[in-house]
């Protein structure tokens, strides 16, 4: 049964606090989970590795900045997702499956959009407002 007209309202990570080591490990393993199940496979060869690459970047200004818990939490993740990938994904509630073009995603690079262009709203960096 559907109900076009329900609305959801949902509080990310209501259930971890702000900074827990847990949650930010939870974020960055299921942000690369959700790439890989996602991208269609030409996209995921170059924007997989950059993910990385630019998780590396925050992992490390963590540990400079004395927050050796947030690094932790990226590599453990990196280390989750790759064991993933390995040994888990056949196991997968969810398959992967890449048909056709994602809808309600952003063809551009939020991180250019939030840090460079100054876009602090969904709604600026979509440009419109949620449905």
Known sequence: MVCPQSVVYHVGGGTLPQGSKRKMYLNFRNNLLMLFKNL??????????????LDGLAALKGLFTGKTG????????????????????????MPVSRKGALKGRLNGSIVWAYFVQGK???SEIMGHKPV
Do not use: D, E
Request: proline share 5%.
């Open 120 to 122: 602090r709203k969904y």
């Open 40 to 53: 269609p496979l030409q996209q995921l060869f170059w924007k997989l590795p950059l993910r990385l690459a």
């Open 70 to 93: 947030y690094f932790m939490a990226v590599l453990r993740a990196h280390g989750g997702f790759v064991y993933w990938c390995l040994f888990k994904q056949r196991m997968s509630i």
